[in-house]
Nanobody
């Protein structure tokens, strides 16, 4: 059974880069037809997709965050990372790592199956 665990600093200063890690256990990050995503939820707001990385290594980023976002993976450590640059207080949110099956036929995610517990990141000086 796949489990996901987010980790990283809980406090980041404005203009700095937010870096989070999602450690995967119970499965491989390179397993065919899976994708691994980062999602966030600001206080009092809904869920927002940040982006994802597919089993093949290709990535997708939300257009609104694309210029500041980088998602990568380390197959030797079986984890993926999120970097969000030039953060502002508006980036304060609960950040989740989640995974699910990916359609290799239509090249789109199907649904999210497993979620981490989330990690709160506050952007403040």
């Amino acid at each position: 059974q796949v489990q996901l665990q987010e980790s990283g600093p809980g406090l980041v200063k404005p203009s700095q880069t937010l870096s989070l890690t999602c450690t995967v256990s119970g499965g491989s990050i390179t397993t065919n037809y899976n994708y691994w995503s980062w999602i966030r939820q600001p206080p009092g707001k809904g869920l927002e997709l940040i982006g994802y990385i597919v089993y093949s290594g290709s990535t997708y980023y939300s257009p609104s965050l694309k210029s500041r976002t980088s998602i990568s993976r380390d197959t030797s450590k079986n984890h993926l990372t999120l970097q969000l640059s030039s953060v502002t207080p508006e980036d304060t949110a609960l950040y989740y790592c989640a995974s699910g099956p990916y359609s290799s036929l239509y090249h789109v995610p199907k649904y999210l199956e497993v979620w981490g517990q989330g990690t709160l990141v506050t952007v403040s000086s």
